[in-house]
């Protein structure tokens, strides 16, 4: 399904016949500005509630024109705004845009995936893909992964006195959103933050993203958003290895954690900002020109630029954030959650404590001998359990 809004005559046409070709179905949304379409073309009318609100008719319109069921399909727009609602009904969104940064104000509300380059579109048949550390942190077994590629997206964060372009590999979803349960990363990112087991992992898909820097080739230094003094240093030693790697200078030493300022948990934007003030203090003997800073969660930057102010305030000329994922806003009318078939709990994604494979398993599977899932039968439940049934929607408004 296509927003027509912003898409070129050149660009319709392309998706048309390589869709069509292919086998597969395709439906132009028409939004207030009526654009040509070719031929035959299956056309939904977007209405004033779906503008208002959210596009639920349309996906429902979608589902009687072609049999599909919801998640069968793919929402594709220009327009961010379009998509912010739809990312957390059952279906994948997808943002075309050439521009490679997404807007400071609408990192919270990322679609599954952000392309820039129209021929991505129909790729998106053939493979399985996702953001970068998505999917490389997605493993279908012990040894399988899912893909071994994705896509990474950019943005610029600011303050009132910084502003630092960030490159992330994905996104973050804490306890509390709906794709928490599906999400290998957000249980990955999780889990270390009390152990290393995910330290090799994590220091692969930061290599990755490293080479996502425009000018990489003159990055001359790496360091990382402190831990609290009391807390262990948990990216120090990713840090190092990349360091080494990469043959840049570790500087961890050199950025520090003054106190034990108080968690963010909890605290709104502005607050967090003025939480993280001068907390940190950074050192350094001589000049550096660009220096990456990594953090695993990028949720309002308060931390990340209140870091880069302070590398920026000891001559280092420029600073590139990296971060594993953005924090996704929440969305608590939504429930994806799936059953044990013995005990009727519900059921977690849970890490194996020895590698890195993960499978669904309720809270007392070990005692009372509850089935496991694997990790896709178990996404495939997720998907399959929590769809827009149309029999059940209210034609109301
Ligand atoms: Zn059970």
Redesign the pocket.
């Known amino acids: 399904m296509v927003y027509l809004d912003a898409f070129s005559y050149q660009e319709i046409n392309y998706l048309n016949e390589t869709i069509t070709n292919m086998g597969k179905q395709i439906i132009f949304i028409q939004t207030e500005a009526r654009v040509e379409v070719p031929k035959n073309s299956l056309q939904i009318q977007e209405t004033f509630q779906d503008r208002l609100f959210s596009p639920q008719k349309i996906i429902e319109s979608a589902m009687r024109l072609t049999d599909l069921a919801s998640y069968q399909m793919i929402l594709v727009s220009k327009d961010h705004l379009k998509l912010k609602s739809a990312v957390h009904l059952p279906i994948s969104t997808v943002l075309f845009n050439e521009n490679p940064h997404i807007q400071y104000n609408d990192i919270g509300n990322l679609p599954d995936l952000k392309l820039g380059n129209i021929q991505e579109i129909p790729e998106l048949f053939k493979k399985t893909t996702g953001y970068f550390s998505e999917v490389l942190s997605t493993y279908l077994s012990q040894t399988r992964k899912w893909s071994e590629s994705g896509y990474i997206f950019k943005f610029f964060a600011h303050s009132e006195t910084t502003s630092l372009e960030i490159i992330s590999g994905g996104r973050y979803f804490g306890p509390k959103h709906s794709l928490y349960e599906s999400s290998q990363l957000s249980k990955r990112i999780g889990k270390s933050k009390n152990a290393t087991s995910q330290d090799n992992l994590f220091y692969k898909i930061f290599l990755s993203i490293i080479k996502n820097i425009n000018d990489v080739q003159n990055v001359d230094g790496i360091t990382r958003v402190p831990s609290r003094p009391e807390k262990k240093d948990r990216l120090a030693p990713i840090v190092n290895l990349l360091s080494k790697k990469l043959g840049i200078s570790d500087l961890s030493s050199n950025l520090s954690c003054k106190h034990n300022y108080p968690p963010h948990k909890n605290l709104k934007k502005e607050q967090r900002f003025i939480n993280v003030k001068d907390q940190f203090s950074a050192s350094l003997h001589n000049s550096l020109e660009h220096v990456v800073l990594i953090d695993d969660v990028f949720t309002t930057g308060a931390t990340m630029l209140e870091c880069a102010k302070e590398l920026h305030n000891v001559g280092i000329k420029k600073v590139t954030g990296l971060v594993l994922g953005v924090n996704q806003f929440a969305d608590e009318f939504m429930d994806r959650s799936i059953l044990?078939?013995?005990?009727?709990?519900k059921l977690h994604l849970i890490l194996n404590n020895k590698n890195y494979s993960a499978f669904y398993g309720?809270?007392?599977?070990q005692k009372?001998g509850?089935p496991t899932l694997s990790y896709g039968d178990g996404l495939n439940r997720m998907v399959t359990e929590n769809l827009i049934d149309l029999v059940n929607t209210n034609e109301e408004f």
């Open positions: 044990c078939e013995k005990c009727g709990g309720c809270a007392e599977y009372h509850c």
